[in-house]
């Protein structure tokens, strides 16, 4: 049964997958923001390994899906120094599943190249994959298999964060929904704003792409903020949390 080690570099936190054939045995993250060498990856990696108990045996391979690419490189020299495995570095040129119309396709992020091949290959389109992270993104499948492209909204910590830092009187909020939608304290305001705002646009957003769409729209949402967000959402109907992951699994096989 082959490993592979699924490596998902996002702009707050970078997640590592291990799978054991089409298994996720284990999954670890680690902020990003910290630069760190190759060296310092490899430490982590370990630790990471010890706590779980696992090895990662010879021959095992190594994906990359990143969109950050000064960090790129230094978990690709991880894989090469340390592992000895040159890592595929997933980009457009390497997704086989999907027709892509976005220009350039080279454009498009790895992380959503690879939560749509995983939506498409379990649910079929069309499909509106919602990445709830560092920013609020949609991505959108056809019927047939083809990526159309999506939107790119501010994500809900950073809506919550900007307004703190632009405006001199309102505080640094928690990213929780309030007791009510009216908010009685200026914290609870801004979270009403920021996370009622945010079901809103989805499901707004959700209802036009419907409209431009044809066939039986299946909504899914992954990400950090996903189940806290789905919870209020009329249009989400599925979360998966491990959906790059999986994404990143789906294309490596895809290799000639």
Known sequence: MRSLLAIDVGNTLTTLGLFEGERLAHRWRMTTRVARTSDEIWVFLRQFMQTSSVTLERGCGVSISSVVPDRTDAFARMAVEKLQMEPLVIGADKVHSLKIEYDPPSSVGAD????????????????????LGTATVFDVVSREGVYLGGVIAPGLASGVESLHRSAALLPQAEVQFPPDVIGATTEAAIQSGVLYGTVEMIDGLVDRIRGRVPGDLTVLATGGFAELIHSRSRTIGHVLPDLVLEGIRLITDEQP
Request: proline share 5%.
């Open 112 to 131: 959503r190249l690879c939560g749509a091949v995983a939506a498409f290959k379990r649910f079929g389109g069309p499909v509106v994959i919602v990445d």
